[in-house]
């Protein structure tokens, strides 16, 4: 069992940025594929930037540009940065590991969950 426990959510003003953290149990990186998503109350949940074992990343077009999404193998550590921050952000994130997958965008493939960290943008 896989333990994912998120940090680095909170509160900040339009343009600014985050860095957000996935600390794992165990090495998700090995694994296959990790990433991160958010969801907005009474939406569907929303992938954001992944990551995979041969280190191929896929960004949302939402936000690529804006985020960059790593691993710290050291700490296993999923890692997240998010710059040029937009009210629409304001979200709850959340970080998932899986298996390898040729789409690793799609949420359902994900098997391990955090809990999630909000982050929320004011205009």
């Known amino acids: 069992q896989v333990t994912l426990v998120e940090s680095g959510g909170g509160s900040v003003q339009a343009g600014g940025s985050l860095r957000l953290s996935c600390a794992a149990s165990e090495n998700t990186y090995k694994y296959g594929c990790t990433g991160w998503f958010r969801q907005i109350p009474g939406q569907t949940r929303e992938a954001l930037a992944t990551i995979d074992r041969d280190g191929n990343t896929r960004y949302a077009e939402s936000v690529e540009g804006r985020v960059t999404v790593s691993y710290d193998n050291s700490k296993n550590t999923l890692l997240l940065e998010m710059n040029n921050l937009k009210p629409e952000d304001t979200a709850m994130y959340y970080c998932?590991?899986?298996?390898?997958?040729?789409?690793?965008?799609?949420?359902?493939?994900?098997?391990?969950w955090g809990q999630g960290t909000q982050v929320t943008v004011s205009s």
């Open positions: 998932a590991a899986g298996p390898y997958s040729s789409n690793p965008l799609e949420a359902s493939h994900y098997n391990y």
